[in-house]
């Protein structure tokens, strides 16, 4: 008893003849184990020592790559807002300045994809006086000047730039929208150096300092 453990306690349900074929029952399986390999253990022991070694570097792994993929989503959040901002400032930048160009018009950039900024464009829509909202693609060459140059004003003030180069930027518009062209760029050159190239005496006449280029003798 001591050596087998504790016997079941005998009941009418069990009978000599099921206890032998259990009994044989459970040699044979005994016998199917066999031969023992008695350096089991000793395997065992180097198996779960080299499988502790590559699971403690699984779970390494696995918290890096959590720590890489936290950080991925950290930038992805911080480049959104940051875009965002600069969208929203920008484009309310923009109205105002197209609407000192081109007073009673109106104009604002619209995301393509809301939803996800950075898998769609930015559209403009610009709408001079008197005409409806229309695209870029239908506005004549002196409608398109203004809205540029609403766009490039509109930046400045959200990320300035030292100084501006503006190669005959007046070409296409009629003399009031030189003149109002040429008040603006007065007062963004409060913040920055404009260098205009100008053929245009509206514009010529604002600049703080002129300098003329003339051709002489057989064209030169």
Do not use: C, W
């Not at 005998?10 to 390999?37: A, C, F, R, Y």
């Not at 969208?87 to 609407?99: G, L, T």
């Not at 053929?199 to 604002?206: A, C, G, Q």
Request: aromatic letters at 8%; zero cysteines; charged letters at 30%.
């Amino acid at each position: 008893s001591k050596e087998y453990g504790s016997l079941p306690p005998v009941t009418d349900e069990l009978s000599e003849p099921e206890l032998n074929t259990e009994i044989v029952e459970v040699t044979k399986n005994k016998k199917s184990l066999e031969p023992v390999n008695l350096k089991a253990i000793e395997q065992f022991d180097t198996v779960k020592e080299r499988f502790d070694e590559i699971d403690m570097r699984r779970q390494t792994i696995q918290r890096e790559r959590k720590s890489i993929l936290d950080a991925i989503d950290k930038i992805e959040l911080e480049k959104t807002r940051t875009f965002m901002k600069a969208y929203h400032e920008i484009n309310r930048e923009f109205s105002r300045i197209f609407q000192k160009l081109s007073p009673g018009g109106s104009a604002k950039m619209i995301l393509d994809r809301p939803d996800k900024p950075f898998e769609g464009g930015v559209s403009i829509e610009a709408r001079p006086r008197g005409k409806k909202i229309s695209s870029l693609e239908i506005l004549s060459g002196g409608e398109k000047t203004l809205v540029a140059l609403s766009f490039i004003f509109a930046v400045q003030e959200f990320y300035p730039a030292p100084f501006y180069v503006l190669d005959e930027v007046d070409a296409q518009l009629d003399g009031p929208n030189v003149h109002r062209t040429s008040v603006v760029i007065q007062e963004f050159s409060k913040q920055a150096q404009f260098l205009v190239i100008s053929h245009r005496e509206e514009n010529i006449v604002n600049a703080d300092r002129i300098y003329g280029v003339s051709m002489q003798q057989s064209g030169i």
